[in-house]
């Protein structure tokens, strides 16, 4: 009984009270950011589907300060784009990518895309990776050639470089099939 009471009175209410006041994430120019990614993404073929896409979807999108441009699904149904407090630090096209990538993430999502159990075999695991990665890939450098042809900018490609994906940029420029593309992938993940 006495076990119980330390604990009842480690919740009493005369105890100091807990900061309620955590900080404060949200990007502070998320409504105009978003509102300019939906826009770049509405610009292009696909991206003008994912729009769409998002819109008839209700898909939430919100924005918080981070280091680093990125994007991340926390539930399957929202997209949080994470972008640097400071605007100058940030590439808009970038930003609207990382959009359009979330939005195709949930897509998959609601398409049936299931990661196999832990449990599965390895090969299993690896290869619903390994074509989760190339489609999202894939579809990166689908939104950076659109947005390459449409905005006259080279900057998601140089991005893509940067990430090692320049011969799969290749190889999707020359047209080369999904088979292709997967060999270039598994090849850039093996070195």
């Known amino acids: 009984m006495e076990d119980n009471n330390k604990l009842l009175n480690a919740f009493d209410v005369t105890a100091p009270a807990i900061s309620v006041h955590a900080p404060n994430y949200t990007h502070p120019l998320e409504e105009a950011m978003i509102a300019e ?35 991340y699904i926390p539930d399957d149904k929202t997209v949080i784009l994470v972008c640097p407090a400071n605007p ?30 832990s449990n599965a075999p390895e090969h299993v695991r690896y290869g619903a990776a390994l074509d989760k990665s190339l489609d999202m ?42 088979l292709e593309l997967r060999e270039i992938l598994k090849k850039s993940l093996m070195t």
């Open 37 to 71: 990614c939906t826009r770049l993404l509405a610009g292009i073929p696909d991206g003008k589907r994912l729009v769409d896409y998002a819109q008839t979807h209700k898909i939430p999108v919100k924005a918080v300060k981070g280091r680093i441009p990125n994007y």
């Open 88 to 117: 100058k630090m940030v590439d808009r096209y970038e930003m609207a990518c990382n959009l359009g990538l979330g939005i195709r993430e949930i897509e998959l999502y609601n398409q049936g895309l299931e990661m196999p159990p």
């Open 137 to 178: 890939v894939v579809f990166m450098i689908r939104l950076s050639t659109q947005i390459e042809d449409v905005y006259k900018t080279k900057t998601l490609v140089d991005l893509i470089g940067k990430m090692g994906h320049d011969e799969l940029y290749k190889g999707y420029r020359l047209g080369k099939s999904e």
